[in-house]
Nanobody, 120 residues
């Protein structure tokens, strides 16, 4: 019913930048919030950043370096990652909290994940 399509991962250099995109497709009634999470090898998935209405929330580890933004008309969320560090290496997952069709219930959907590797 809903598909989240991520793009923009890859190899970045320490101190460099990458930009992730995630577009939501399907019979969406309303998107309440979108966000990015990441999971490094051997670690649990962790929140990176979320955006809901005009409010944003960031993990302490990325504050001042990453910026989340959203294009409501395109149901797309972006993550601009600057000043990359090797510890940012992980699979990044897009998340959307939304309602379908009649708007009666809210659901969480996840993207397939995109690899970000920071290395010189």
């Amino acid at each position: 019913q809903v598909q989240l399509v991520e793009s923009g991962g890859g190899l970045g250099q320490p101190g460099g930048s990458l930009r992730l995109s995630c577009a939501a497709y399907g019979s969406i009634f309303t998107i309440y919030a979108m966000g990015w999470y990441r999971q490094a090898p051997g670690k649990q998935r962790e929140l990176v950043a979320t955006i809901s209405g005009g409010s944003t929330n960031y993990a302490d580890s990325v504050k001042g370096r990453f910026t989340i933004s959203r294009d409501n008309a395109e149901n797309t969320v972006y993550l601009q990652m600057n000043s990359l560090k090797p510890e940012d290496t992980a699979v990044y997952y897009c998340n959307a909290n939304l309602s379908l069709g009649d708007g009666a219930r809210r659901y969480d959907y996840w993207g397939q994940g995109t690899q970000v590797t920071v290395s010189s």
